[in-house]
């Protein structure tokens, strides 16, 4: 019976391993046949956010200021360490005594042991840690706010990169469309010729404008694969079977003193405040060095053997006033001035930038999307008089020379707008890093 089990038990699992495998191959041909997925704007910035390298090293510069901020309190709060000596050393042969409790026992003697507590406190250096401190923190601030700058300038490369494939592949179509309605008017012209009602030359011009139009369509497919090269760099990731969503960009209302408002938002002025804040911190950390330093120091002993062995603590205090230094504290503390007054005026240059950033952002975001107006109106227009253009020709109002010429210029218009409309958004993404406002959500 029991072996009937066992073989019962081997048949079913030997079953099942088999047919597994066969399941597992039906999930491999089926995998690859995806439904096209689409990525947006804001999916493209999170992954560019894990991707960049850039940015992991601008992080890493924050760990580096905190780790700088712990030195500066432990200069603030002092030390507590145990100290254990354990002191050999050979005996006296001057005949003088080594052992016993006397002082030249106890120094003399072949081994003498000691445990202690040592507590070192700086009581004041001349708010020398009080500006270490602050400093330190201030460092930590500006390296959190150059962080947060970096975030944004990578979400422009992203974006700016994000609408350059979208802009090729609309313009791709574009050229497409143009591509078949000249391929219409030639097949039109080369029936017209045999009849004798168009020349040779009508025909030649046409043939010439499509072979101008299949040299942009290459240059559009080659300027295509190089955007979603750079897009594929920064995200990490393959655009392949990829579909970009062209989201709505919002409308902006404001004015430019609403923007203007905002100026002091910037990461990077923010960034420039902290780091000349350090710099006044670093001048009293200078200054210091004229003032006198004082400490106190206590020991407690948990061992102690000799002469000593009955005194469980001492107390140490300090006063160490400074009087010559060959002049180094004054190289100091002149060059600490000017460094304070350097970031003074890298603040000051960092917020007229910031400034003049704002309105030349807004004017171009104000100037872009008023010219789209115009051009879809452009565009509406000489689509009408394409029409109109093909309708004359057909009634021998026209010659082919005009029709080909209004194809021309629609073509233009579909390409001038199609650039356009898409820069209209990246300027507005541009305005919102310019003034402090970034990625927001993206409908």
Known sequence: MTNKLIKFNFLFFFCFFLLTPSNQAEDANIQPIKKVESISLMNCYDLALKRSETLAISKEEIERAEASFFQATSQALGHVNF??????????????????????????QRERKEAKFVVSQPLFQGFKSFGALTGAGNLRNQRRYEWIRAQHLLFLDVARSFYQVLRYQKDLQTIEEIKKLFNERITDLSQ????????????????????????ELARSEGALKAEKNILEFLTGISLEGLKLEDGIVPQEEKTISSFLMTLKKRSDVQASDNALKIARKNLIVAQSGLWPFISLEHNR???????????????????????????????KIKDAVSNWKQSKFAFSRSTREAE??????????????????ALRDLVS?????????????AHNLVNNLDVLRALEELYQANRQANEVYYQTKLNHWRLQVASGQCCQEIS
């Open 356 to 373: 003049l950033d704002i309105k030349q952002t807004y004017q171009d975001w104000y100037t872009s999307q008023e010219q789209y107006k």
């Open 83 to 108: 100290v254990a000596t354990d002191l050999r050393q050979d005996a006296a042969t001057d005949g003088s005594s080594s052992g016993g409790s006397s002082v030249g026992g106890t120094l003399t």
């Open 301 to 331: 002993y948990t061992k102690r053997e000799g002469f000593q062995s009955n005194i469980d603590w001492d107390l140490l205090f300090k006063i160490d006033v400074p009087i010559f230094r060959g002049g180094e504290t004054i190289g």
């Open 192 to 215: 017209r010729e045999q009849i004798g009602r168009s020349r040779a030359s009508e025909l030649a011009t046409a043939n010439a404008g499509l072979k101008s139009i299949e040299a």
């Open 381 to 393: 227009a000489q689509e009408e008089n394409f029409k109109l253009q093909k309708e004359d020709y």
